[in-house]
């Protein structure tokens, strides 16, 4: 019968081969290193009044809809044409210079130039109409149509929209920018515009986000980053 001493010693040496053998074999656990402290936001002012944010409205954007325009089938957007598209919009909305619908004079003239059904193509050539690219970016597994009309002359300024189809086959136009562009990208269901964010060597990238609750595509991420030296790895 083991006595209570020899027990108690017992337990004391299979307690001390079991610290001194942690991290020691193959696969064993290895200290990471002190761990960091955890700094928590620190408010400043606290007792300044700050400013209130308004309450979205709860009956949502109204529909911006495309006027005569044929309405398509299924809320298939593929059926429309997008130079058409454009050229009902400028139709309606051609004496604005400034906002979503503004577009210089010559811009303007091009595009009531273009031939609708002629394809517009990939890169800018005579019809400022580019190619147009389709996504599901409402979530309701159609998809959207997105235009971009390039501005010529004007330092890679170009309007991007996006258009989506209602159950009576109306196109609603739920994004519309115009901005100096560098790139466009798609991913997932966001549309990142990035443009040159007025800081030499820095690029702004905005995510732009279909709000179901607003029924139209808002700004709802922005990224400032640092764009490498010519010839940096």
Not at 42 to 53: E, I, K, M, N
Not at 65 to 91: M, S, W
Not at 97 to 103: C, E, I
Not at 111 to 135: D, F, H, N, Q, W
Request: proline fraction near 10%; hydrophobic fraction near 35%.
């Amino acid at each position: 019968m083991t006595s209570p001493r020899a027990f108690l010693l017992l337990s004391a040496t299979s307690v001390l081969l079991l610290l001194t053998g942690c991290g020691t074999g193959t696969g064993g656990l290895a200290s990471a290193g002190p761990t960091p402290t955890a700094n928590g936001p620190v408010h400043l002012w606290p007792g300044r009044q700050g400013a209130s944010v308004l309450p979205a409205d709860p009956g949502g954007a109204p529909p911006e809809y495309v006027r005569d325009l044929p309405p398509v089938t299924g809320q298939n957007v593929h059926q429309v044409d997008p130079v058409a598209l454009v050229q009902a919009e400028l139709k309606a909305h051609g004496d604005q210079v400034l906002g979503p619908d503004g577009m210089p004079q010559e811009t303007a003239d091009a595009i009531r130039a273009c031939k609708p059904g002629s394809g517009p193509s990939e890169e800018s050539g005579a019809c400022p109409v580019l190619k147009p690219y389709y996504r599901d970016l409402t979530g309701n597994g159609r998809d959207e149509l997105i235009v971009g009309i390039e501005f010529p002359g004007r330092e890679h300024m170009m309007s991007v929209r996006v258009y989506t189809a209602d159950p009576d086959g109306r196109l609603n136009r739920i994004m519309a920018t115009t901005q100096s562009v560098i790139s466009v990208e798609l991913a997932g269901r966001d549309l990142i515009v990035r443009m040159p964010s007025g800081n030499p060597g820095y690029e702004l990238a905005t995510a732009w986000s279909y709000d179901d609750k607003q029924r139209t595509m808002l700004q709802t991420r922005e990224q400032i980053t640092r764009v490498p030296a010519p010839g940096a790895s």
